[in-house]
């Protein structure tokens, strides 16, 4: 705050001194002694002096305090406006830096960091291998000709495929006695794990292999997947979701890949699925379970829809139904999965059984040989308190297209969103 006048408390600001002798210099004296010596008293400390220049050299050094108290106000004003926009500036770099390290970290993670993809991370894995002495040579020269041939193909090598579990739970269920009211099963459908070139971000594709497995086993999309008569390889995979891109599939999704997989090591989704069945004129729908239905973060509504699909058109009384009905992509943050299909418990409580392509085929092998207790039944039963993540999307197969279905479901795909289930 300006300084104030001693004498009539205005504020006076940097001209105090010219104010003081203007308006009260008539009151800077002082009555004298009793010896007849004229005092004078400082009107700011009371201090006595016997002599007015004396008095005004001391009313000088007041006023010079004022003068210099004012000027270290501004400067410390100014010190305190440049440490804080110091502050901001460094605050503005980091959460700058903070930013790009995340967008990398992302990018890494979702595979769009241009640093390869299935081919480049099969061959340094299989390299690791034999630097760690868990791979001979030999191996490595003979998976690297079989992989190099597969990606010319575009076939999958078939080297993490299991067949025959669908049809071993369907045996084993019609000698469970215990506690299983009811179970629907998928068409049959292969299991495929991750492999070498694949791990840590192939769980969409190999999802898409596992779906597609069944269908090409039944008949009804004998037409639609005539070109695809084999299960295609991941890489190839990329490339078919691209060309359903190139037909008009999700633009926006699109766009997010910038509009290439091939060659590197993207997720996908279920959006990405849905595009590449609807290219292929096969029916589907995306149900999107966007937020818990249940206690405790739960998702009722799922394993209810989930049962709703299999159960529709398989009513009958039997205690195993084996459907026609194809597997179910299931999709979460961070990871996919195939429904392959559901147990309703006797005290009426639903448990789902999925395909997990992080589970390898020596834990799928022994599905193949279940022990009446039904342990290895672990690996597949998920229980409505198992899913507990924020949302849920799943893509369920439902017929096929016709070409001029397949143009209009290509032109809603362009504004595309996806059900709710509220």
Same mark, same amino acid.
């Given at each position: 705050?300006?300084? %104030?006048?001693? *004498? ?5 600001? #940097?001209? =105090? +001194?010219?104010?003081? /002798? ?42 010079? %305090?004022?003068? *210099? ?5 501004? #400067?410390? =004003? +100014?010190?305190?406006? /440049? ?55 030999? +191996?490595?020269?003979? /998976? ?279």
């Amino acid at each position: 705050a300006p300084p %104030e006048c001693p *004498f009539c408390g205005e504020a006076a600001g #940097r001209e =105090l +001194e010219e104010h003081v /002798r203007a308006r009260h210099g008539h009151l800077l004296g002082a009555p004298g002694t009793g010896n007849g010596e004229q005092l004078y008293e400082c009107p700011m400390c009371s201090l006595t002096c016997t002599n007015i220049q004396i008095l005004e050299e001391h009313v000088d050094l007041h006023l010079e %305090e004022h003068s *210099f108290s004012e000027g270290g106000n501004i #400067r410390d =004003l +100014e010190l305190a406006q /440049r440490l804080q926009t110091e502050e901001d500036e460094r605050q503005r770099s980091e959460e700058e830096k903070r930013e790009r390290e995340e967008f990398k970290k992302l990018q890494r993670q979702y595979g769009l960091d241009n640093s390869g993809g299935f081919k480049q991370q099969f061959l340094r894995n299989m390299e690791r291998e034999v630097d760690r002495g868990r791979m001979q040579p030999f +191996e490595y020269h003979k /998976r690297k000709a079989d992989m190099m041939e597969s990606l010319a193909s575009g076939i999958d090598d078939g080297k993490t495929k299991t067949s025959g579990v669908i049809e071993a739970l369907c045996k084993y269920y019609q000698n469970e006695n215990k506690d299983v009211r009811r179970v629907w099963l998928s068409a049959g459908v292969d299991h495929f794990h991750s492999s070498l070139g694949d791990r840590g971000w192939g769980c969409g594709y190999r999802n898409f292999q596992m779906l597609l497995s069944s269908l090409l086993q039944n008949s009804f999309y004998n037409d639609c997947l005539r070109d695809t008569t084999l299960i295609p390889s991941i890489p190839k995979i990329q490339s078919m979701i691209e060309d359903a891109w190139k037909e008009g599939f999700d633009p926006h999704g699109a766009s997010h890949f910038n509009n290439r997989l091939h060659g590197s090591k993207a997720w996908i989704g279920a959006c990405e699925i849905y595009s590449l069945l609807t290219s292929l004129r096969i029916k589907c729908q995306i149900i999107d379970f966007h937020k818990p239905t249940g206690p405790m973060g739960t998702h009722p509504r799922l394993f209810e829809w989930i049962l709703h699909y299999y159960s529709t058109d398989n009513e009958g009384g039997a205690k195993v139904v084996c459907t026609s009905k194809p597997p179910i992509y299931l999709q979460h943050q961070g990871h996919s999965r195939t429904v392959v299909g559901i147990e309703e418990k006797k005290n009426k409580s639903l448990c789902l059984l999925l395909f997990d392509p992080g589970c390898s085929s020596q834990e799928m092998q022994k599905l193949l040989k279940q022990n009446s207790d039904g342990t290895g039944l672990k690996l597949l039963r998920k229980f409505v308190g198992s899913l507990k993540e924020k949302q849920y999307q799943i893509v369920a197969v439902d017929g096929v297209l016709s070409l001029e279905e397949k143009a209009a479901h290509c032109h809603a795909s362009q504004v595309l969103t996806s059900e709710k289930i509220p």
